[in-house]
Every structure is written in C-alpha cells, then in structure tokens.
C-alpha cells in the first residue's frame, strides 16, 4: 500500500513538472478540401490531454452554443458539416491537467472581401503639415484596402470628450458601415479605472483606454474612484479629472481602435515626426509587398509556468498554430532572432518577462529597439509596468518606432486572440473580438480598460504585389491596361468611382484574367478606377481569396469616340522578400501629389 502510494505521488509529481505554458494551448491547424467539403483539423499530441470539447459558430456570431464534437484524447479531428464559401469560427476546449484552450477561423474558399466599411482617421494636427504626402498616401492605401476614409484633424490639447463626440457622430451617420478608428500621433488619451493591472500596488489607478473611443453606447462616469497614490501621476484618478471609473469595459466595443502616437520617444535620436514618417513608409511598404517576412513565429517566454500558471506566453503559442502550423513556432530570444542583416524574417513575435516601463527582463529595453533591424511585422509583448503605455520611452510603443513592426499589444492578461487574421480579417477586427471577449482562458483582466492597440487597426496579414503601370484613355468607352503583378495570382477586379476618394462599386464580379479591360458604359465626365489581383491564399485555418493593394487611374468619357490618352496613376511597383530598399514608381508619385492636391482642396472636419 505504501510503495503503491509512493509510485502515485511520483507520477504525479512527474506529470506536474512537465507542464508547460504550451500545454494550456491546444494548437490547432486546418487542411481542407472542397469535394465533399471538409476541414481537418490537427494539433500535436499532448500527453497531459485527456479529452477535448469542440464548438462551431458562424463568423462574427456572439455565442458558442452547443458543442459540436467530443473527442477522447486524439490529435485530429473532422467537421464535415461545412459549405465551401463559408467562414467559421471554432473553439477546441482540452480536458486534463492542465486545461487548454485552442482557436480557429476556418473556411474553404472564402470569398474575397471587397469594401471593409469606413475607417475614422483621427490625426493631431501638429503632424499634418510635416506630413501631408505621407497622410495622403496613408488615406489611398486605405482606400485602395476596401476603406472609405473619413478624417478629423485635433490637437493634442483638445478634449478626450471631443474626439469621442467626433467618432460617434460619425458612427450614428451610418452605423452599419462605420468599423474602425485609427489615432495617428499624440491624440488626447483616454484614462480610465482603479486597478492594478500587473499586480504592483504602486501601480494602480487609472490606465490609457483607448478603448473608450470604440464604444458607442456605454456609460462611463467620473465621480467615485479617489486614488492619488500611483507612483506615476497620470495614474491618478478623482472626481472629475476628466479620467473616468471604470475598469472593465461597461458595454462591448462597437469599434475596432489602434494607436499610432511616437512622442514622447527621446530614447530615440529621431524627432517625433520623423519616427510618424518612418512608420507610414513601412506600413505602405508592408502593404505593398516591397519588405515581407516569413510565415513564422518566434516566441521569448521568461516566465515560469509553474509560477505564473496564467501562461502568458499562450497568446503566442495559441495565435501562432493556427496563423502558420505549429512547427512554425520557435521558442528562441527575441532581439537576437529579430535583429538580422538578412533572411526572412518573422511575420509574429511574442516576448514575456518581468517588466518596467521601458523593459521586459530576458526580451530587452526601448534601447535594445533603437538598435535592433527588427525583422517583424506584429508583436505581443508583455511585463509589468509597459502595459501603460503613456509613459516616456514606453517599451511597447518602442517597437513601433523600430524596424518593421507595425502593431503591439500587451498580450498576457487577459489573453488575446488573433488566429482569425489567417483567413484574412484586420488585426483590428481581432483586436475588438479580445477586448470583448469575457471568458478567455487566462482571464486575469478579461475585458478590461487597459487593453489597447498599439499600431494601424486596418492591417491585414497576408499581402499581394499589386499590379503597376495602371492607366485608362479617353473615350466613349475606356481601355484600361496594366502590368501584371510578378505573384501567381487568380486575376484583377476593376473598380470605378465617380470621385477620387471613392466609393468604388465593383465593375468586375469575376477577376478579369488578363491585363486589360475596358469599360463600356463609363460614368458622364471623368471615372476614377481602381484597380486589385487576386490570388487564393491557403494558410493554416484554410483558404480564402486575398486582395492586393489597389492601384488606381482615371480618364474621362467623350461621346462619339476615342480621345487622347487619359491620365494614370500607379502603384508601387516593388517586388517582394525582406528588403527594406523601398522604391516607387514615377507613376505612383505622380498619383501621390494628385491626391495631395484633391485633399488640400477638400474640406475638412476639425478641431479648433
């Protein structure tokens, strides 16, 4: 009986010591076929699983309902209950010690998505003089990304109320279309709550909230917390201080926001408008495929799972396998992965470890950025303390003043999802899915305010070289041209618009197969065309159709026949790989200055 007892407690004690953040994570990658339609899904034999739960829900529903599946301890399982067209969101509930969580959104040929709605730009105008070529190029690539781009200039000394009366009067306008908000430079913060986020009581108070831009109808209050102790004094949080109650989100966000705000960065030797500048050229270059990455993962965890049992490293490990197949994921150190010359880079990185403002013990300092070339486009990062991110030389924004990442957010309490980015969503609809989310699996901070974007809301994962040297001529009816784009592609969708900055209406409902199309029935005056490949794009979750940048030109109908050439306009031309040698076309800068003119001639909403 005793030596029966004694082989228990070493058994047991052995499975414990062989928990791992990664066995919180059920890992899941899809293979799928159309005829029949089915999705496969798959993830590496765990030896601490003792069963898993599945559930089934259309994308975007609100409830799992019931579940669809019950499986014993296997590695791979079988919906054959799909249709080939449909996106579906799947939750894979493991049993066992640990629990585990795991995600997908999967589909089989998902069609591609053509307009995403409109986005509100909103821009502190101490920017937009230094940076007007750079704005206006950041409006047409959002335009040429399905947006329609509705703008609002500020100053960073106007009210955080303000800026919100803008966003919501957009969003009444027309709700159904109204998806996003975009902060670029030192937009007013919101502050909001009386909580202590990463534990340290020094650190409890208010928190930036973006998030309080995203809401619409919930009610947000400044009249209870009374808290003057915080060692940072933007944590303080009275009575009508502008910084509001509440630390959990008080209703769900109806809108996707992310922040792009370099200032207060003197850790770097560049200004504040020259670190804005250097983030709008490689987001444009990202999104034309002039530098790429790898579909990889590098993850740096510092924290022992055995004394941290909330895995924070799970919003890496759980995101990646299904975004690129679990073996695509590498525990390694984040600068020195990061940081190379050469080679192809990592699309995701995840780092984790005890934290100060400006630091995450074992990932590095906002001084390891100012140095690194940083090969990677999004990252989760995650210690005590940068999670505030309003600080001076904050680590998290750091990132984005760095080589090629795009987008951060403190991922590890609560955790955050962003697997349905693999079958093409913006990171900003991920983003607004985690803040809303009330029962993640690590769920320390669950909903609430601290939890922010940092970076660009309407980025998607996967790019596609556009097609270049794209130009119409005059006439009653109008040929247009272009050069192919140097991916294997599907074909191009034509757009057309009556006015620069669109809306463009689809002329095309089939990709045009070739480089050329004309349009027969144009619009009375001068048509504005846009122009986008496309090319099936298969990744872990499945396969959907995916767009390229547009790329636009116009020209003008004339009754009774062909006139001379109308004007052009192109795209960015650059070819794909790691490089960071971003080149534009005279095409494209002529397209540039076009539109700077139209935008300066616009009238524009402001801010006094």
Known sequence: MGRNFVAFV????????????????????????????QITFSWPADATATGYTIYRRAAGATSWG??????????????????????????????????????????????????????????????????????????????????????????????????KALIVSDYNADPANVKAVLLFGAVPVPYSGNQAWDGHTDHQGAWPCDGFYGDIDGTWTDSTVNNTTPTRAENDNIPGDGKYDQSIFPSA??????????????????????????????NHDFRHRVISCAEQAVIDDNFSYTTYTEAFAASGWRNFAPMFGAANSTAADYFTT???ASGPGYLWSYGCGGGTYTSAGGVGSTTSFTTSTNRNIFTMLFGSYHGDWGAQ???????????????????????????HMALGETIGHSARWSMNDSAPLNATGARGCHMGLMGDPTLRMHTLTPASAFSGANGATIPLTWT???????????????????????????????????????LTGTNYYMLRAAATKTSASGSYENLSQGVFASASYVAGGPGPGGGGGGGNSGGGGCTSDATQSAAWLLAIIATLTLLKARSRKALG
């Open 10 to 37: 070493f058994v047991f004690a052995a499975a414990l010591g062989a928990q791992t953040t990664r066995n919180t994570c059920v890992e899941v990658s899809a293979t799928v076929q159309a005829a029949p339609p």
């Open 66 to 163: 019931a579940s669809v599946a019950t499986l014993g301890a296997v590695a791979t399982w079988t919906d054959s209950s799909v249709s080939v067209g449909t996106a579906y969101e799947y939750r894979f509930d493991k049993s066992g010690s640990p629990v585990g969580r795991g995600y997908a959104q999967a589909g089989i040929n998902v069609p591609a998505v053509h307009s995403r709605g409109k986005v509100i730009l909103i821009v502190a105008n101490t920017v937009t003089a230094y940076l007007a070529t750079e704005l206006a190029r950041l409006e047409q690539d959002l335009l040429g990304d399905g947006w329609q781009v509705l703008r609002h200039d500020v100053a960073p000394t106007d009210t955080v109320p303000s800026v």
């Open 253 to 282: 966000l109806e809108l996707a926001v992310g922040r792009v705000d370099l200032s207060n960065m003197p850790a770097f030797t560049a200004p504040e408008q020259d670190l804005l500048k250097a983030y709008l050229d490689k």
């Open 338 to 340: 990061l940081n190379t």
């Open 393 to 419: 030389n904050n680590f998290m924004r750091a990132s984005l003043c760095s080589g090629w990442t795009l987008t951060c957010a403190w991922a590890g309490r609560p955790a955050w999802s962003f697997w």
């Open 484 to 522: 192919a784009s140097p991916d294997v592609v599907n074909g191009y969708y034509v757009y057309r618009a009556s006015a620069q900055n669109g809306p463009y209406t689809l002329l095309t409902p089939s990709a045009v197969t070739g480089t050329s199309y004309t349009d027969s029935t144009p």
